[in-house]
C-alpha cells in the first residue's frame, strides 16, 4: 500500500530580486463581499440624485440635529434612526480641504484630487466628508452637491461637490 504523495498545485512565484534578500512577486486577489446593512437607504438615494440623513426618533433623546454620513442607530441614546430628506440643491461650505496626493485602496478617483469637509450648517451634528469634483478649494467656500446618477459606483463616491456659482 503505497502513500498518497502531496503535489504542488501552484505555479512558482517570480524572483524579483535575490540579494541582498530574496523578494519574490507574490499577486493576491480579494473578493470582499460588503453589506451597507442599515445604511443601504443612503447608497440607493445617492443614485437617484437624492441625499438621505438620519436623526433621533426618541423623544427623550437630546440630540435632535441631523447625521450625515447617516447613523443607523443614535450614537447619544443608542435608539434606531429615522430617514430625512436634504432637499436639494444641497448646499453647504467647506470646513476644511486636503490635497489628496496619493489616495489609498478603493478610492477611485483620478488624483491629486481635493477632499473636503463640508459644513451644512447648525441643524447637522457632523461634518460631512467627501470630494471636489473640480475646482480649487478655499475655508468657507460655497458648494453645491452633485450626485453621480449615470453610471454609478455605489460607493460614498457617488455624491461630489462641485463650486456653488
Ligand atoms: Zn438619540
Redesign the pocket.
Known amino acids: 500500500m503505497s502513500e498518497k504523495i502531496i503535489k504542488y498545485i501552484g505555479t512558482p512565484l517570480e524572483i524579483i530580486q535575490e540579494k541582498p534578500e530574496m523578494v519574490v512577486k507574490w499577486p493576491r486577489t480579494l473578493m470582499h463581499m460588503h453589506t451597507y446593512g442599515k445604511l443601504s437607504k443612503f447608497f440607493q438615494e445617492l443614485k437617484k440624485g437624492k441625499l438621505f440623513a438620519t436623526y433621533?426618533s426618541?423623544q427623550d433623546?437630546e440630540?435632535k440635529r441631523l447625521w450625515l454620513p447617516p447613523r443607523a442607530d443614535?450614537p447619544?441614546?443608542n435608539?434606531p434612526t429615522s430617514w430625512i430628506e436634504v432637499p436639494n440643491p444641497v448646499v453647504g461650505k467647506i470646513y476644511t480641504f486636503t490635497k489628496v496626493e496619493y489616495p489609498g485602496e478603493g478610492i477611485e478617483l483620478e488624483y491629486p484630487y481635493f477632499q473636503i469637509d463640508v459644513d451644512l450648517g447648525p441643524q447637522f451634528a457632523t461634518i460631512f466628508k467627501g470630494y471636489l469634483l473640480y475646482g480649487k478649494p478655499h475655508i468657507g467656500m460655497k458648494v453645491v452637491a452633485g450626485f453621480r446618477i449615470y453610471n454609478p459606483t455605489n460607493t460614498i463616491l457617488d455624491i461630489f461637490w462641485v463650486p456653488k456659482k
Do not use: V
Open positions: 433621533c426618541n433623546c440630540e443614535c447619544d441614546c435608539q
